[in-house]
């Protein structure tokens, strides 16, 4: 697995969590990386990206203002900071990597993919 994602859980509604995604052989190092959630029966969603040095980054309308998606390139990890969760977050998460440096918003601009990681919004 090139892509390692944790720090799913079960939160109240209101909490705050942070995701972490360790690139442990540095495959997206130089590339723009995203996270994305799907809930069983829907299409997996966009949730953030970030460009390759973390100077541009976007978000989903729904997450923005709540969401911060962020990186440490010295550690090879990808961090997304949850807050004002809400039970609409409910989902898995996955971290990918991207074919590019740049920041990239469409699931098929990514070829790299964790193994997902489950959170739980309780209202």
């Known amino acids: 697995v090139q892509l390692q994602a944790s720090g799913g859980g079960l939160v109240q509604a209101g909490g705050s969590l942070r995701l972490s995604c360790a690139d442990s052989?540095?495959?997206?190092?130089?590339?723009?990386m995203g996270w994305f959630r799907q809930i069983t029966g829907k299409e997996r969603e966009f949730v953030a990206a970030?460009?390759?040095?973390?100077?541009?980054?976007d978000y989903s309308d729904s997450v923005k203002g709540r969401f911060t998606i962020s990186r440490d390139r010295a550690k090879n990890t990808l961090y997304l900071q949850m807050n004002s969760l809400k039970s609409e977050d409910t989902a898995v998460y996955y971290c990918?990597?991207?074919?590019?440096?740049?920041?990239?918003?469409?699931?098929?601009?990514?070829?790299?993919w964790g193994q997902g990681t489950l959170v739980t919004v309780s209202s």
């Open positions: 052989r540095r495959t997206s190092s130089n590339n723009g």
């Open positions: 970030i460009d390759w040095n973390g100077g541009r980054t």
């Open positions: 990918a990597g991207a074919r590019s440096s740049f920041l990239v918003t469409s699931r098929n601009q990514y070829n790299k």
